[in-house]
T-cell receptor, first 114, second 114 residues
């Protein structure tokens, strides 16, 4: 059973470009969470999605950031018009959604904005 | 709002010795989940141990155990027989529900001295 997959592992963008981060949850997992880790800090929650639904986006900036988890395919975190402050590690986690289950994390995508 | 505090930015221990990492949290919930995650230099986030608040028995996973003090809102991690591979950042995390966002501490960097 493959773990949570994220790609790309490293992404370099210039200011003003778009960044697309992908997350494929573990097989059988229908819940996806995105977290951001700034250098030397802990993780901060961004958004929680189920298939075709955003359950909680309270941690996501209102502008430039969006997320989706379509019926088919990976979850996508999209950052438009990136700025240097968006440079961070973005982690995806998945869970099966059953009570008591744990979130399992992908390896993260390191975004560097030049 | 729930918060998680790790007051030790860095800890060091001699190989084969025992070390305890501290974590306190604040919540008004009676049922919740607590976690310790390890982040080695590879930056992958790895679950070390979890505790359900309704369980009085402290969780144990091989050399890793917790001291869960619900009244004091304390959740420390004890690593016995420390090994070089234990060197990593350790994050304490809280969730009020298994299908809910994780709230993270700032992390403790653990150094293992050979």
């Amino acid at each position: 059973n493959a773990g949570v997959m994220q790609n790309p592992r490293h992404l370099v963008r210039r200011r003003g470009q778009e960044a697309r981060l992908r997350c494929s949850p573990m097989k059988g997992h229908s819940h996806v969470y995105w977290y951001r880790q700034l250098p030397e800090e802990g993780l901060k929650f961004m958004v929680y999605l189920q298939k075709e639904n955003i359950i909680d986006e309270s941690g996501m900036p209102k502008e430039r950031f969006s997320a989706e988890f379509p019926k088919e395919g990976p979850s996508i975190l999209r950052i438009q018009q990136v700025v240097r402050g968006d440079s961070a590690a973005y982690f995806c986690a998945s869970s099966p959604g059953r009570e008591g289950e744990t979130q399992y994390f992908g390896p993260g995508t390191r975004l560097l904005v030049l | 709002a729930q918060t998680v505090t790790q007051s030790q930015p860095e800890m060091s221990v001699q190989e084969a010795e025992t070390v305890t990492l501290s974590c306190t949290y604040d919540t008004s919930e009676s049922d919740y989940y607590l976690f310790w995650y390890k982040q080695p230099p590879s930056r992958q986030m790895i679950l070390v141990i979890r505790q359900e608040a309704y369980k009085q028995q402290n969780a144990t996973e091989n050399r890793f155990s917790v001291n869960f003090q619900k009244a004091a809102k304390s959740f420390s991690l004890k690593i016995s027989d420390s090994q070089l591979g234990d060197a990593a950042m350790y994050f304490c995390a809280y969730s009020k529900d298994s299908n809910y966002q994780l709230i993270w501490g700032a992390g403790t960097k653990l150094i293992i001295k050979p």
